[in-house]
Every structure is written in structure tokens, then in C-alpha cells.
């Protein structure tokens, strides 16, 4: 069956040191991966996504993310954190079979001054 | 703009009365899409259209339906509300394409007594 995982429900990182946050998926064939991000009391917004190419993808905010099809994992990275990312972040890989998104269940990110 | 809006924002209501809420986009996005979002449950889809006149059963459609009279609009009905529809919605619609990222609005809190 076709998943996301992210194995984290929270993450504490503090201001200025890199973060990363984990997702990993199981689907059929090659997979398109997504990130969004939902701050407090708004609705997700997109991120980043790898389609294909060069497995690093860089988004917005200045989040990147590398595709590893190996240790299929699509991990969420930032160089250096702000507490402005505190925020709840999704993974999502697209079912190819009935083109859908299937989520994973959130990770939150805390950043401390 | 372009953008993905959602009314009302929030909504507290009792058993059984019926209410609507309705999302439009101004995108001329094909698919469309409804979430809830319950904590440590990650999003789950309710029910998605791939165009007009077209629906199809998500993970958690009992106790809800949709339209799709317009390309524009996807209202989500429900017909009476009981308490575990209590719930933070979100609607979505993106352009026919697997590669493509969703847009989301900005979220309906509905409060069911």
C-alpha cells in the first residue's frame, strides 16, 4: 500500500542552527513528493516539490529538500532556523494509481530564541 | 488574486441543522477537493471532483456530499451535522496534472453542539 510517514510529531530546534524535518514514503514507481506548511490558524501552503531531476529541491523561505530514492525519503532541511518556521508541516506523495495526495500526519516544528 | 476562498470561517451550530460551505476558486482549476483536519489525524480527504459534474468518494465521506454545478465552486453539504463533524475544513483545488501542487483556502472551523 501506498504511505507517508513522518516519524516525528514535534521537532525543537534553536534559532540559527539547521533543521530538518523527516518524511519517508512507499509508492508504486517514481514518486512525486510535496511540502507544505501551515502557520497558526491558516490554511496549508505550499512549499517545494520534487518531480524529477536533481534530487535537491530548493522552495520558499529558503527551504530545500533532498529526494533520496534509495532510503525513499524526502526530508525537509533548512540551514539555519528562524522563529518565524515554528509551524505545523505536511509531507504528501501523489497516488499515481487515482491521482490523489496521500498525507502524512504532520510534523511540528518549534523554533526557540 | 489568485486564491481559494472559503465561507464562513468559522461556524458553530447544533445536531441536525443542515448548512453549507461553500469554496470557490478563481484559477480555473479542474480538480477540487475537501479535507478535514483533526489533530494527530493529519488531513483527510472527504471528497474531490476532477471536473465539472464529476465527484468521487474520499477517505471519510459518510454524513457529507458535494456539488460541482460550476468549475468555479464546490460547496460541501452537511446534511445534519452531529458533534464528531466538529472539525477544521479545508478546501483545495489544483490544474489537472499529477505534477502540480495544490492550493488551499484559508480553512472553515465548524463547531457542531
Known amino acids: 500500500a501506498q504511505s507517508v510517514a513522518q516519524p516525528e510529531d514535534q521537532v525543537n530546534v534553536a534559532e540559527g542552527n539547521p533543521l530538518t524535518v523527516k518524511c519517508t514514503y512507499s509508492v508504486s514507481g517514481n514518486p512525486y513528493l510535496f511540502w507544505y506548511v501551515q502557520y497558526p490558524n491558516r490554511g496549508l501552503q505550499f512549499l517545494l516539490k520534487?518531480?524529477?531531476?536533481d534530487n535537491l529541491v530548493k522552495g520558499s523561505y529558503g527551504f530545500e529538500a533532498e529526494f533520496n530514492k534509495s532510503q525513499t525519503s524526502f526530508h525537509l532541511k533548512k540551514p539555519s532556523a528562524l522563529v518565524s518556521d515554528s509551524a505545523l508541516y505536511f509531507c504528501a506523495v501523489r497516488d499515481m494509481d487515482n491521482y490523489q495526495l496521500i498525507w502524512g500526519a504532520g510534523t511540528k516544528l518549534i523554533i526557540k530564541p | 488574486e489568485a486564491q481559494v476562498t472559503q465561507n464562513p470561517r468559522y461556524l458553530i451550530t447544533v445536531t441536525g441543522k443542515k448548512l453549507t460551505v461553500t469554496c470557490s476558486q478563481n484559477?480555473?482549476?479542474?480538480?477540487m477537493s475537501w479535507y478535514r483536519q483533526d489533530p494527530g489525524l493529519g488531513l483527510r480527504q472527504i471528497y474531490y471532483?476532477?471536473?465539472?459534474?464529476?465527484?468521487d468518494k474520499g477517505d471519510v465521506p459518510e454524513g457529507y456530499k458535494v456539488s460541482r454545478k460550476e468549475k468555479r465552486n464546490f460547496p460541501l453539504i452537511l446534511e445534519s451535522p452531529s458533534p464528531n463533524q466538529t472539525s477544521l475544513y479545508f478546501c483545495?483545488?489544483?490544474?489537472?496534472?499529477?505534477?502540480?501542487?495544490?492550493?488551499f483556502g484559508p480553512g472553515t472551523r465548524l463547531t457542531v453542539t
Open positions: 520534487y518531480i524529477t531531476g
Open positions: 483545495a483545488s489544483t490544474p489537472t496534472g499529477l505534477i502540480y501542487e495544490q492550493y
Open positions: 484559477m480555473n482549476h479542474e480538480y
Open positions: 471532483s476532477m471536473n465539472v459534474e464529476v465527484t
